[in-house]
């Protein structure tokens, strides 16, 4: 199928923008890397009578360091982020995960800030940020907000933005170099969208943690203090402790009711607190 006839607009600035989609109303769609969209489009499940193309917004494509954060123009590719032209917040943190998203020729077009506002629960910005303790700049009529990601992420393809409103950045806090990331998915093959995404940040050093269940057709599962998953104490032999059954209560808690389903989910987490802890050993044992 092809796409349903629509006006594009190409806008070179934040503001133009917002203005387009203000006087649009619901009949309009924004587009970034156009990795989410373009097929909707196609299969008609979208039918906007209005693109605006972000793609020419130059202020989008910015990183910059801001008082303990890289900041992330919504039009950062995940090809940028994999290739290094964008900064890291720590040692191959989060070009780790760029490079396991889909292909490569999806990578080299799709954007974080396309993929968070389109707000896939099995996305991979949507989990690894949502663990780093990430927020989002949002651009609208009424001016610039900020808001963490749990408050971004209103459901399964849904988010926060209200009409007008855009995207425009992503604030991720930087991480110590005593911290150790662990960033798991089950999928049925490279390059699919994830089953099932067990994500951990671990400081040993201070004791602190947050960890993370994810693709599970609802905004990520957060744990915002890691070490219920621990045995209430993290420190450099913390993976050894994880405590499955408290995984698992969680995520009944969160309305998952079949069995089956939260194993892969406790074992991806467990994957992702394993790799976490090997990467902290591999460190110390280097020193």
């Given at each position: 199928m092809k796409p349903a006839p629509f006006r594009i607009e190409r806008?070179?600035?934040?503001a133009d923008a917002?203005?387009?989609?203000?006087?649009?109303?619901?009949?309009?769609?924004?587009?970034?890397?156009?990795?989410?969209?373009?097929?909707?489009?196609?299969?008609?499940?979208?039918?906007p009578d209005l693109i605006v193309d972000l793609s020419g917004i130059d202020a989008l494509r910015t990183v910059r360091e801001e008082a303990g954060h890289m900041v992330y123009g919504a039009l950062v590719t995940h090809a940028d982020v994999e290739d290094g032209r964008a900064l890291d917040v720590g040692a191959n943190i989060l070009r780790r995960?760029?490079?396991?998203?889909?292909?490569?020729?999806?990578?080299n077009r799709g954007t974080m800030g396309g993929s968070l506002s389109h707000a896939d629960p099995a996305a991979d910005w949507v989990n690894a940020l949502s663990v780093l303790g990430a927020e989002v700049e949002i651009a609208g009529p009424a001016?610039?907000?900020?808001?963490?990601?749990g408050a971004f992420l209103a459901g399964a393809l849904a988010t926060a933005l209200e009409p007008g409103e855009i995207l425009v950045s992503v604030?991720?806090?930087?991480?110590?170099a005593t911290a150790r990331f662990g960033y798991v998915k089950h999928c049925r093959k490279v390059g699919e969208f994830a089953h099932a995404i067990g994500a951990v940040l671990i400081d040993p050093t201070t004791g602190t943690g947050r960890a993370l269940m994810g693709a599970i057709d609802a905004p990520p599962?957060?744990?915002?203090?890691?070490?219920?998953?621990?045995?209430?104490?993290?420190?450099?032999?913390?993976?050894?402790?994880?405590?499955?059954?408290?995984?698992?209560?969680?995520?009944?808690?969160?309305?998952m009711a079949d069995t089956v389903d939260r194993h892969v989910h406790v074992e991806v987490l467990r994957r992702a607190a394993t790799?976490?802890?090997?990467?902290?050993t591999d460190t110390r044992s280097a020193a």
């Open positions: 806008p070179r600035t934040i917002v203005a387009l989609l203000a006087s649009s109303g619901d009949g309009a769609k924004v587009m970034a890397g156009g990795q989410s969209l373009g097929p909707m489009l196609n299969l008609r499940l979208a039918t995960v760029a490079g396991g998203i889909a292909y490569r020729a999806v990578r001016g610039t907000r900020r808001l963490p990601m604030w991720v806090p930087k991480v110590p599962l957060v744990f915002a203090d890691a070490a219920t998953l621990f045995g209430g104490q993290i420190d450099a032999g913390f993976a050894t402790r994880f405590a499955a059954s408290a995984a698992d209560a969680a995520l009944i808690a969160a309305g790799q976490a802890a090997s990467l902290f």
